[in-house]
């Protein structure tokens, strides 16, 4: 069902009544025969799945994984010989202009091969990019397919798999939709179709894979699992409309975990039959494929067991919170957390981070120090840049967030006292605040603190080992999220 941009709002749903609005579930038998089928499937499949995320986010449906933010063929070697069926690299890419993401990709993707050849542990790629549709689409799964193709084994087609139920976001109809309070929108009309460097017009997948390519790929040309199949034929039926399919890309249609196990257990069928994907995903397709159950939300025991930093006056360490993100979500959240009693507000002044290099450098050491000492005293420091940043678009907006994650990272970097924890609230700051700010090299994934949001237990490589490292993405969780996480850091 394809749904012009001038009819979006008109389709537009009552959150209430959206399941009303969808073809009817799948029978209880056919939901066991999924299910069956994908577990019988993830344990007869031997391939490593390795997950590259453009920002730190992708882990938020997950836990007892590792998260590589550096690698090389000896670590590529360790990790695909390590237990587990899953491993994350970070190449935070989102944050690069195009030329050196595709760059990026093909060199991980080349150490990823001659690792599997020295190991003779098979893989498949999974793109993790779903900031709302945003992010170096089809660039990255293409230089993907180009280097698995020199190495001998050529990629069938790409599946694309936006549903993320912890971030309200699902797809329908092939229209990917987003839950904004009371409310189901069509993506397009969301502030995150009018992204600067990643917009797009389109809700319907099928025509925003043509929109994407320029057209090199045609909307009717991409294959549908639309949830009317998935909800009424076994895995083996789906599989062989897979099979059949000669095509460049697949969209599969999701707004439930049910939905998405169909899927898989679908996907993994076609690929025991000789097919060959690489992935472009959002979380919750990692959850899924990784055969990774579900778990609780962390609470203090599990966030602590190493111990907790303390003050120089032996108190309770205060926290650290890092806010670089600028979507209106993490406005609204930084909002209510900057009126909180225990907070010690700090903010970054972008005309002076920008205006002189001595300016800068005032602000920057400002930051640190002010930082440093709120944590002494125990209390909760945020650090956040001003919110009233003029975006610029292509490259040069890309320059100017560099130049701010600089300063956020170096802020960070200078400060003294350890921190009991740290939140980092955006992709890419959550990123250059792990690898560059705190020295992660190889994480620890926790599990979630809220739906969506993400713990590190950071290594002993960093400058706080044992500390918890929470990845808060910019456009996850209500207006309380920011202050509900800080309160569960807090016990």
Not at 115 to 132: E, H, I, K, N
Not at 181 to 203: C, K, N, W
Not at 417 to 431: D, L
Request: include cysteine; charge should be neutral; hydrophobic fraction near 40%.
């Amino acid at each position: 069902m394809g749904i012009e941009r001038e009819q979006l709002w008109e389709h537009s749903v009552d959150a209430a009544n959206w399941e009303e609005k969808l073809p009817i579930p799948a029978p209880p038998a056919l939901v066991e025969k999924q299910r069956a089928a994908l577990e019988a499937a993830l344990e007869q499949d031997r391939r490593k799945v390795v997950v590259l995320d453009d920002d730190p986010t992708g882990s938020q449906t997950v836990h007892g994984v590792e998260v590589l933010t550096r690698w090389s063929r000896e670590e590529f070697t360790r990790a695909l010989t390590a237990s587990g069926k899953m491993f994350f690299v970070l190449t935070n890419s989102r944050s690069l202009p195009e030329g050196q993401a595709i760059e990026l990709n093909a060199g991980i993707a080349q150490e990823l091969v001659q690792a599997s050849r020295d190991t003779g542990v098979a893989f498949t790629l999974v793109s993790r990019s779903d900031s709302t549709l945003r992010g170096h689409f089809p660039a990255e799964t293409d230089e993907l397919a180009r280097i698995l193709r020199q190495a001998g084994s050529p990629v069938d087609a790409v599946v694309l798999v936006p549903f993320f139920e912890e971030g309200g976001r699902f797809t329908a109809w092939d229209v990917q939709w987003v839950r904004q309070g009371d409310r189901m929108i069509p993506v397009s009309e969301t502030e995150f179709a009018q992204d600067h460097l990643f917009g797009y017009r389109s809700s319907n997948l099928r025509d925003w894979v043509e929109e994407r390519t320029g057209g090199r790929i045609k909307a009717r040309e991409v294959l549908s699992l639309s949830l009317d199949l998935l909800r009424s034929q076994p895995p083996e039926r789906v599989a062989d409309l897979l099979a059949a399919y000669q095509g460049p890309a697949i969209v599969v249609n999701a707004t439930s975990y049910r939905d998405l196990e169909g899927a898989v257990a679908a996907l993994l069928a076609a690929e025991a039959r000789g097919k060959r994907y690489v992935y472009r995903t959002a979380a919750s397709f990692l959850r899924v494929r990784g055969g990774i159950s579900p778990r609780p939300l962390l609470g203090a025991d599990d966030l602590y067991q190493r111990g907790v930093p303390a003050s120089r006056e032996g108190r309770k360490g205060g926290g650290l919170v890092v806010v670089g993100s600028y979507v209106r979500r993490t406005g609204a959240q930084l909002a209510r957390l900057l009126k909180q009693p225990e907070v010690v507000g700090i903010e970054l002044r972008v005309q002076r981070i920008l205006l002189s290099a001595t300016s800068r450098q005032d602000e920057v050491d400002q930051a640190s120090r002010t930082i440093t000492e709120a944590l002494e005293r125990g209390r909760v420091a945020v650090l956040y840049t001003s919110r009233d940043v003029q975006t610029r678009p292509g490259e040069a907006g890309l320059q100017v967030g560099a130049s701010i994650a600089d300063a956020l990272v170096e802020a960070v970097g200078r400060v003294e006292e350890a921190p009991r924890f740290v939140i980092a609230k955006g992709g890419v700051t959550s990123s250059r605040v792990a690898t560059d700010a705190l020295g992660v090299r190889c994480a620890f994934v926790l599990g979630p603190i809220l739906p969506g949001v993400p713990v590190w237990r950071l290594g002993s490589e960093t400058r706080f080992p044992g500390i918890p490292y929470v990845i808060f993405p910019g456009n996850v969780g209500d207006e309380n999220g920011l202050v509900e996480a800080v309160r569960r850091l807090e016990g």
